[in-house]
């Protein structure tokens, strides 16, 4: 418990950054970086962030985490 307090902490002021070498999708190997420069490349959406890295086109079990991972990053 006290971990995911100080988890939360650090979340708020920053400290937590996102590891861009995470492997976000095992089917494809996509990272998070791969993510984020198809965003940079000009991706608006997930589908075309899928485009882009095929992230979530194999079995489909990362779909709804890296739905949320890319509404995320398209935020920022």
């Given at each position: 418990m006290i971990k995911s307090i100080i988890s939360k902490l650090k979340n708020l002021?920053?400290?937590?950054?996102?590891?861009e070498n995470k492997v976000v999708c095992g089917c494809y190997k996509v990272t998070v970086k791969d993510l984020k420069n198809a965003i940079k490349n000009g991706a608006n959406s997930f589908e075309e962030v899928q485009l882009a890295t095929?992230?979530?086109t194999g079995c489909g079990n990362c779909v709804d985490t890296n739905k949320a991972l890319v509404a995320q990053l398209l935020a920022k």
């Open positions: 002021r920053g400290e937590n950054k996102m590891d095929k992230v979530g």
